[in-house]
């Protein structure tokens, strides 16, 4: 594909290593099957990376809300619990899986298999690093979020051909906040596109790449729209990827286990897989899109490679997505489906006109640049003061006659 | 409003992730199996018969077999087979006494009715809760030799109730030997009584 003419002798080392090692692997083979072996190891790294960290990040999961909790999380398995993950993948592989009678056996084996085939298949277009992106395609945000949206299928797959009331109602639920929350994340990255004029990937990160007085980098995270533009992106990701807050759809306490209430063993893993990979991925989107992808956030930090960049940024996004797991309670589905229509939906609508204001007012030079700033903030905070009330309207702060205040 | 609230929230649970790194005592769980905790004061599992010596544990049973905890008991889990024979009680009375005690723990809800009813302070709850066995239907018939447990042990697990149960069974014993002591004088003088009659000759 098109990343190899990549190996410019200019960058260090370290930069190159990835690719020097897959030389290593494929310069024996003749020269027609380069390309295939290529992409080939390209599949096999990124299975056995985010493999690995689904597995690491399953662990970290419970250790965080341990420790948010006061008490110190899985422990007992290795140095510090750090076998856990492997014991619980050999727990759910020896566990008997339990199909229903009355279920819909192909669908219900498909289910799991299509949504972690499509949550996988979104980790192919993201930049990993400066030379590290397994499929460098001039659509690729467009094709991140158009095979993303197939999760949607699948999670209905699941509560349909279950044939458990439980797991319909949940689908159906779980179709109605994926729905909600696809609008605002995808018009929340367009921004993003108007700006870099491009829907690729790597071209969007190295838009990035600059710095302000030789400190400030050139993440879209930085401007006013961009700010606005990648809280929404979280926050809808929160919801795409059901997590908590969002965490509707598999409602322990409402709903059983939603559109898992019949699954049992391995599917149930593939299922919690393809719900880290999802989270997993939309965050790389994240960095890619709003945080300067694999760039230093200093000109200073450039001998760090890019790639351990990119990991730094992922995993505190990560752990961010835990973080807030650990702090808020759930919504209510009316809550929720008001807060995507009545709130975010405006909101990104709203940042698409700064934008364009952004980048219209471009060339108003150095004189006006506070001007500027002020009026796009304008922009900004109004709507957000007038849609929070609006959406508060009618809601007391509640008062609980057993709590301290 | 604003989601300030938001912002809040996740200082509260950011100050608990740091400080629970370098300061145990906030610490609310405790390392089970290393860490053993001592249950509560009104803990209960499963109940116990009473017995009042050490040496020989079925033979000074306070139970009487009086077959009230095994009527009262909602789960009908008491099996309780009375002796033919009477043997002396700890206040040297004849009284009967349980052949068989039985609870089947896996039906006993661990209410607590039989140590109410029980007139004789002789079943109490106990305190165990690692009752785990490796064989499936080990010890889900509690038998009488398992069930007796001594009142020092009655003393170990819940001391102020059987401080309590000890001194009121101790004034009971004392009214109960006055009331004695008071018959057999009362015999006494009624049999001397009698002596001093005796002689009276018959006309």
Redesign the interface.
């Known amino acids: 594909m098109s990343m190899l003419p990549i190996l410019q002798t200019q960058d260090p080392y370290l930069e190159r290593l990835p690719l020097l090692l897959r030389e290593a692997f494929t310069h024996y083979l003749p020269e027609p099957w380069h390309t295939l072996s290529n992409q080939l190891i390209s599949i096999v790294v990124i299975l056995s990376v985010f493999g690995l960290l689904f597995a690491i990040l399953t662990l970290a999961e419970r250790k965080?809300l341990g420790?948010?909790?006061?008490?110190?999380g899985p422990n007992r398995t290795g140095f510090f619990g750090m076998l856990q993950p492997f014991a619980d993948g050999i727990k759910m592989l020896t566990k008997e899986d339990i199909v229903p009678v009355a279920a819909d056996h192909v669908l219900h084996l498909l289910a799991p298999v299509s949504l972690l085939a499509a949550s996988i298949l979104t980790f192919a277009v993201i930049p990993y690093g400066k030379n590290l992106v397994a499929l460098d395609i001039n659509t690729a945000a467009l094709y991140f979020f158009a095979v993303g949206s197939a999760t949607e299928l699948s999670v209905f797959m699941a509560g349909w051909s279950s044939n458990n009331k439980y797991s319909l109602l949940a689908a159906m639920r779980a179709l109605a906040q994926l729905i909600s929350y696809e609008l605002p994340l995808i018009i929340s990255w367009i921004p993003v596109v108007m700006v870099a004029s491009t829907l690729s990937l790597t071209r969007i990160v190295s838009l990035q790449s600059g710095y302000s007085f030789g400190v400030l980098p050139h993440w879209y995270v930085f401007t006013p729209w961009g700010f606005v533009a990648f809280a929404l992106f979280m926050v809808s990701a929160l919801a795409e990827s059901n997590r908590s807050p969002f965490d509707l759809p598999e409602a322990e306490s409402e709903l059983i286990a939603g559109h898992l209430t019949e699954y049992s063993g391995f599917k149930y893993a593939l299922f919690f897989m393809a719900e880290y990979f999802g989270m997993t991925a939309l965050s790389g989107m994240a960095v890619s899109l709003f945080l300067g992808g694999w760039n230093a956030p200093s000109p200073y930090l450039t001998f760090i490679p890019s790639y351990l960049w990119f990991a730094v940024k992922l995993l505190s996004l990560l752990a961010g997505f835990m973080?807030?797991r650990?702090?808020?309670p759930r919504l209510r589905i009316d809550q929720l489906t008001r807060f995507a229509w009545k709130f975010l939906v405006p909101l990104s609508l709203i940042n698409l006109v700064t934008t364009a204001f952004w980048i219209l007012s471009q060339n108003w030079g150095h004189l006006y640049f506070i001007p500027r700033l002020i009026i796009t903030l304008i922009l900004i905070v109004v709507p957000?003061?007038l849609l929070?009330?609006k959406l508060?309207r009618g809601y007391a702060v509640r008062t609980y006659s057993y709590a301290p205040q | 409003?604003?989601?300030f609230g938001?912002i809040r929230?996740?200082i509260?649970?950011?100050k608990?992730?740091v400080q629970?790194?370098y300061n145990p005592s906030?610490?609310?769980?405790q390392?089970y199996p290393e860490v053993k905790s001592t249950p509560p004061e009104a803990y209960r599992s499963f109940p116990f018969l009473v017995t009042d010596s050490e040496t020989d544990p079925l033979g000074a049973l306070r139970c009487v077999a009086c077959l009230t905890c095994e009527k009262e008991c909602p789960a009908q889990c008491i099996f309780i087979e009375k002796s033919k024979d009477k043997k002396p009680d700890a206040n040297g009375r004849l009284q009967f006494y349980p052949t068989q005690f039985i609870i089947d723990s896996s039906v006993c809800m661990s209410c607590q009715i039989c140590v109410e009813v029980c007139p004789f302070d002789s079943i109490k709850m106990d305190k165990v809760f690692e009752v785990a066995v490796s064989s499936r239907f080990e010890n889900l018939l509690l038998t009488r030799d398992k069930l007796t447990k001594s009142n020092q042990y009655f003393h170990l697990i819940s001391p102020s109730e059987a401080q309590e149960v000890d001194d009121r069974l101790a004034a009971e014993r004392k009214v109960a030997q006055e009331k004695a002591a008071a018959q057999a004088k009362a015999k006494a003088e009624a049999a001397a009584l009698a002596a001093q009659v005796k002689p009276v000759p018959a006309p």
């Open positions: 965080i420790h948010v909790q006061n008490r110190p973080w807030i650990a702090t808020f957000y003061i929070s009330k508060g | 409003m604003y989601g938001l929230g996740l509260v649970t950011g608990n992730f629970s790194f906030r610490y609310t769980t390392e």
